[in-house]
């Protein structure tokens, strides 16, 4: 079956309106339409006819709002996961729907439910995300003054995802040895499990992001696919060869993961076409919209100063809501050599999130992802489009024939539920 | 007159999807005007369903294209920043059709599988079911429903003066915003509930569903359901045609059979305006925080 499945593969990472922060001014861009349910259904049904194995929303559990400002450039309709999925699960019949989950704000219950839920409306097709949660105003949303401390976090997300798995395994029918300790233990104490109706792959498919060594750990354990930013192909051997390491030391079969490093995209015809895109797209992010994005990034409301005038770094240091040390780590460089905060913002949101960042056309894109498969540094991708829906269009209409050409992509699904398209076997 | 129904997959059934789209298709044929996603407890009281209604609801109103679909959601073991942020998205890509009925019933069932911490006393519980209510619509009030600008040329995307903090501090719920999802179309997404389950709240609902003799202690302005099986049928229709009830919510095992022939007879009322809470003439929430007051 793998091999009818293909070398690759491929995931969409999904932001409403695409990658980079001034996407949504393009001229061919639909920021209305992240509001709307026909834009959902219109990319789902792109990438269920491109064969992706699965389509992927992130999440975050506060506002985007540094020091109580929300931004006024910077776009920022992250919907609801489950209900964008549950949406496209509606319009497709085998793209897998992966929401991103945190295990920090939430109880295993809840979880276990939606996804069967999301598992049952798709017949077989949910995945989830597992994340901790970073973000240091997240906690206030739920009563709590401070995130917990990321070792505990990631022994909560361990203990959190075997309490789920009994509540799957109970509804479907299924032993599990572990039940005691995964219902009774130092982070939960539960008496039962809910009926809820079953579905095809019994469970969602577990992926993961982790980067720290707690956060490796917890992946190696547990993740079927691991997210991950990978700037070189050296830098995605070392990561994939780190975690396959680590999954043998846990005593799992390392073919049973696949390593997604983060990939966003411009395509072009030409590669000068390709590189006036990549221009328009930073230009776009004008200075007060770059002010805010590094804003965001360090909770600290920069707009406060004049741009064109240094960081006031003791006054940010005290101030900002992210860790100050991180904070003045980042700026201090800056804030010695006087440059300007909007000089500095710009270069700032030049690369968002620190993923590779793809500009070419899609003869050179699909040679980049065989480069990288051919040289054991990822089993494939998590594309993450430039803007939308216009790139994710491109990538659909003109990548992926090339890979199907190639024999790198399935020109068909070979199954039904995300579970097959991985092909990494049946689960743990 | 409105014609309501629930649906769930039936005990037992294991993978129940099948049922499920056979059920949700007979119902849109016969166009229900609200569709709860609930299961039917005995006495005619209604309880989260088996499977869970805030992930469905937008599967299903993919299907269900006219009416009001509501999600029945556990209040005492819910959290209402992903209940505000979900059903936000819901209302959205619904086009205003989404509703929420908070129940106390169901309790020990999620206490259980949420853990002792969850357990409450009975004369405590509808002090947090209507905190939950509560915490969940400040949550909403974080944004104005015009905060959204959406420029391109001139790269304006919101008003910043129009999202904040609300820092909701109540017995059960402390929540400080802002919601990272906009005010949904209908302001607030339609609040359900069952007098059945809590007959007395301080929080009022735009529509409730109650039995023949407690309907008449509905909250002032709610359009009012009678629950109905097919030996209640005669009598509660005279409810209606005396102007004691707005409208029937079918239940037992031949509520589908029931929806079926009553729309033989029973036309739809004429569906104007945008969203649900406008077709149904109940007025759009105030938004405390907002300068202009009712937006
Ligand atoms: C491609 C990618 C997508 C991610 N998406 C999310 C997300 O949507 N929400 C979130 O809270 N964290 C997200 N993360 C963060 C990871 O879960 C993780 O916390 C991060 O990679 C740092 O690893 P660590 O937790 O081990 O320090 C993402 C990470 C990557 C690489």
């Known amino acids: 079956m793998s091999r009818e499945n293909g070398r690759l593969h491929l995931w969409a990472f999904l932001q409403g309106i695409g990658f980079f922060p001034g996407g949504w001014r393009a001229p061919d861009a639909s920021p209305r339409a992240v509001f709307q349910r026909e834009y959902y259904e219109h990319v789902a049904r792109l990438v269920d006819d491109a064969c992706f194995d699965a389509i992927v929303f992130g999440d975050q559990l506060q506002g985007r709002d540094a020091a109580g400002r929300t931004p006024s450039r910077l776009a920022i309709p992250t919907l609801d996961p489950f209900t964008l999925l549950s949406v496209m699960a509606g319009v497709t019949r085998h793209v897998g729907l992966v929401a991103t989950v945190s295990t920090t704000y939430n109880e295993p219950a809840e979880v276990a439910a939606k996804f069967a839920a999301l598992n049952m409306v798709s017949q077989g097709r949910a995945g989830w995300n597992i994340v901790t949660t970073v973000h240091p105003n997240s906690p206030w949303n739920f009563g709590a003054p401070d995130l917990l401390e990321k070792s505990l976090r990631y022994d909560r997300a361990k203990a959190f995802v075997d309490a789920a798995e009994v509540f799957w395994r109970d509804a479907a029918g299924m032993d599990d040895p572990h039940r005691q300790a995964g219902l009774h233990n130092r982070w939960f104490d539960i008496d039962g499990t809910l009926d809820f109706p079953t579905a095809p792959q019994y469970r969602p498919v577990l992926v993961q992001a982790g980067q720290s060594p707690d956060g490796r750990n917890f992946a190696a354990q547990t993740a079927e696919a691991i997210f991950c930013p990978a700037p070189t192909i050296e830098a995605g051997r070392d990561y994939r060869d780190d975690i396959r390491e680590r999954a043998r030391g846990f005593g799992r079969d390392p073919d049973g993961i696949l390593i997604m490093p983060g990939l966003a995209f411009i395509l072009g015809s030409t590669e000068e076409e390709a590189q006036r895109k990549h221009a328009l797209m930073l230009e776009l992010a004008d200075d007060g919209l770059c002010i805010e994005y590094l804003s965001e990034s360090i909770g600290y409301d920069l707009t406060r100063h004049p741009a064109e005038g240094p960081f006031p770094l003791e006054q940010i240091c005290a101030e900002c809501e992210f860790p100050a040390g991180d904070v003045r780590r980042m700026l201090a460089p800056a804030a010695e050599s006087g440059q300007s905060i909007a000089d500095f913002c710009r270069a700032y949101a030049r690369k968002p999130r620190g993923h590779a960042i793809f500009v070419g056309t899609p003869d050179q894109l699909a040679d980049r992802m065989e480069t990288w498969i051919d040289a054991g540094a990822c089993d494939g991708f998590t594309l993450q489009p430039g803007y939308m829906p216009t790139e994710l269009e491109l990538f659909c209409a003109h990548v992926v024939p090339l890979l199907q050409a190639r024999g790198l992509l399935r020109r068909q699904y070979q199954g039904t539920t995300l579970r097959d398209h991985l092909a990494v076997g049946a689960g743990a | ?295």
Do not use: C
């Not at chain 2, 905060?147 to 040329?153: E, S, V």
């Not at chain 2, 239940?251 to 009322?269: F, I, Q, T």
């Not at chain 2, 406008?278 to 009712?294: D, T, V």
């Open chain 2, 1 to 295: 007159m409105y014609l309501s129904i629930s649906i769930d997959v039936p005990d037992g059934d294991k993978n129940g999807f099948a049922g499920l789209v056979r059920q949700t298709d007979r119902i849109e044929k016969a166009k229900a005007d609200f569709v709860i996603l609930a299961r039917e407890l005995s006495k005619g009281r209604l309880a989260p369903g088996r499977v869970e209604a805030v992930v469905t609801l937008p599967w299903i109103t993919g299907r269900l294209v006219t009416p009001v679909v509501a999600a029945a959601i556990p209040a005492l073991h819910s959290v209402p920043f992903h209940i505000a942020r979900a059903l936000s998205a819901a209302d959205f890509l619904s086009s205003g059709r989404a509703a929420w009925m908070p129940l106390l019933a169901g309790g020990e069932r999620f206490d259980n599988a949420y853990g002792a911490g969850y357990r409450l006393a009975s004369a405590e519980q509808p002090a947090k079911y209507a905190d939950f209510i509560r915490a969940t619509r400040a949550l909403w009030d974080s944004w104005d429903q015009d905060a959204l600008i959406i420029n391109p040329g001139s790269g304006a995307y919101l008003d910043s003066a129009k999202v904040r903090r609300v820092d909701y501090r109540g017995p059960y719920f402390t929540t400080m915003g802002p919601l990272n999802a906009a005010r949904p179309p209908q302001g607030y997404p339609l609040l359900l509930r069952d007098l059945d389950d809590l007959l007395h709240s301080g929080v009022a609902a735009d529509v409730v569903l109650a039995s023949p003799d407690r309907l008449a202690q509905a909250d002032k302005g709610a359009v009012r359901l009678v629950k109905v099986t097919v030996e209640t049928l005669d009598a509660s229709l005279g409810l209606v045609r005396d102007g004691k009830a707005d409208g029937l919510h079918l239940m037992g095992a031949n509520a589908l059979d029931m929806l079926e022939s009553l729309r033989s007879w029973v036309v739809p009322p004429p569906y104007l305006g945008a969203t649900a809470r406008e077709r149904l003439g109940l007025r759009r929430p105030i938004n405390p925080h907002s300068q202009k007051g009712a937006a």
